[in-house]
Structure formats: C-alpha cells, structure tokens
C-alpha cells in the first residue's frame, strides 16, 4: 500500500477513529523503539556474579517430615 491510499484512508475516517488510529502509530512506534533498544546477551556476561554453596544438594531440614 503506498502513502497516498493510506493517507486518503485515514483522512476519510471520522475524528474519534483518526484519534485511535493515531494513538495505535504511536504505540507501533514506541514498540519499534523498544525492540531497537534491546540489550544483546553477551553469553558468560554473569560469570564470577552468581555462587553457590557447598552443601547445595544437602537435604533441608523442613522437609525432614516428608523423607
């Protein structure tokens, strides 16, 4: 569809729905920015961040009842 056909669309359409079409541009637009802004995951971007304990696979003491 070229900008002539959508632009003579919209310009057909009355105020209360030109008033929707705008805020749904508006929110294609703020979508499309976010995606652009989007962060790369860099792969072993956490190492060193994260730590875990020795006894991690050790049995806790609130499920003794149930073992």
């Known amino acids: 569809m070229d900008n002539s056909t959508l ?7 009355p105020e209360n ?3 929707k079409v705008q805020d749904f541009v508006d929110f294609l637009l703020t979508k ?3 995606e652009d802004e989007k962060k ?3 792969f072993g971007s ?9 006894d991690f696979d050790a049995p806790i ?4 009842d149930y073992m």
């Open 17 to 19: 729905l030109k008033m």
């Open 32 to 34: 499309a920015k976010m």
């Open 7 to 13: 632009h003579s669309k919209i310009n057909s359409l």
């Open 46 to 54: 956490r190492k060193g961040k994260i730590e875990m304990l020795d």
């Open 61 to 64: 003491e609130d499920f003794k």
């Open 40 to 42: 790369v995951r860099v």
